[in-house]
């Protein structure tokens, strides 16, 4: 049966990709945070999930390679789909961006999901396989505070063409999806920077500084849940999408038309 390993996922999002793949076939569910990803691969297989649980930093070549071997090891088998989640981000202001805070986050999100396509397409070998990168609406909005993190996100959509198209003719597919605004520890985090950093939002707990943004940014005016993404990176890892590749899908309410 199919098997799909996923990046990221103690975190929010990952969590629930991992929990709704893991309704269709085996998951091996990856983190540089070992703890918390053995945490949420308990929770899973108590509930009757077929998975395995292994450390990964994405940075790291040599940590991605025994990720993908991990899943063998495990009882799981081959893997040949994956969810490229993990990632990190916060707000900076542009003229404070560090070079040190640029290549942090373009090592996690860009050579991160580059390292795991690749070892995905080299171990496929001419067969095919299916990848979803999590990119952000933040690689379209040109916005002030992510002029680190947008950027690497962007880069994402293109390297996920890429992929595709190396993997067109042996039928092994690629697509971004392009979440909206979720309520996770990267939003916690941001908001509460944002609290403790700008006058203007002194009074706001963070619950409220997310609503404002919810309010000014999206059309539908509702934030997105892990389970929205989660549903669609399923939908695209699967045979039912078997005719979709180098697609970017976004889902966020309507901030992002494409
Ligand atoms: N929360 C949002 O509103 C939002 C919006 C758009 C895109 N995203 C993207 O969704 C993805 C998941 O974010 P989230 O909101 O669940 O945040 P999160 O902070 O809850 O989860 C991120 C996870 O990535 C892991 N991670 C960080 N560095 C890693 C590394 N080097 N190797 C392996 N794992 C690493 C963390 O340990 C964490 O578990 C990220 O790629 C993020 O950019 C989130």
Request: charged share 20%.
């Amino acid at each position: 049966m199919s098997v799909a390993l996923v990046t990221g996922a103690a975190g929010g999002l990952g969590a629930a990709v991992a929990a709704r793949l893991a309704q269709d076939r085996p998951v091996l569910l990856t983190d540089v945070d070992e703890a918390g990803v053995a945490e949420v691969a308990a929770k899973l297989a108590a509930g009757g999930a077929t998975v395995a649980h292994t450390a990964c930093d994405v940075r790291d070549r040599a940590s991605v390679q025994s990720a993908f071997e991990a899943a063998g090891g495990l009882g799981l088998g081959e893997v040949d789909a994956v969810a490229n989640v993990a990632g990190v981000g916060m707000f900076v202001p542009f003229t404070e961006v560090t070079e040190e805070q640029w290549d942090r986050t373009f090592a996690v999100n860009t050579r991160g999901t580059f390292l795991t396509c690749q070892e995905l397409v080299r171990r496929r070998a001419g067969r095919p396989g299916a990848v979803v990168n999590i990119a952000s609406i933040g690689a379209r909005l040109g916005m002030e505070m992510l002029a680190d993190y947008g950027p690497s996100k962007a880069a994402v959509i293109e390297l996920t063409h890429v992929v595709a198209r190396v993997g067109a003719p042996t039928g092994l597919r690629a697509n971004t999806v392009m979440p909206g605004l979720i309520w996770t520890d990267m939003w916690r985090k941001t908001s509460e920077w944002l609290i403790a950093n700008d006058p203007a939002h002194v009074d706001s707990t963070p619950e409220q500084l997310f609503a404002g943004f919810v309010g000014a940014m999206v059309p539908m005016g509702r934030p997105q849940t892990p389970e929205d993404i989660a549903e669609t990176v399923a939908f695209l890892l699967s045979d039912r999408a078997a005719n979709i590749t180098g697609q970017t899908v976004s889902v966020d309410g309507g901030v992002v038309m494409t």
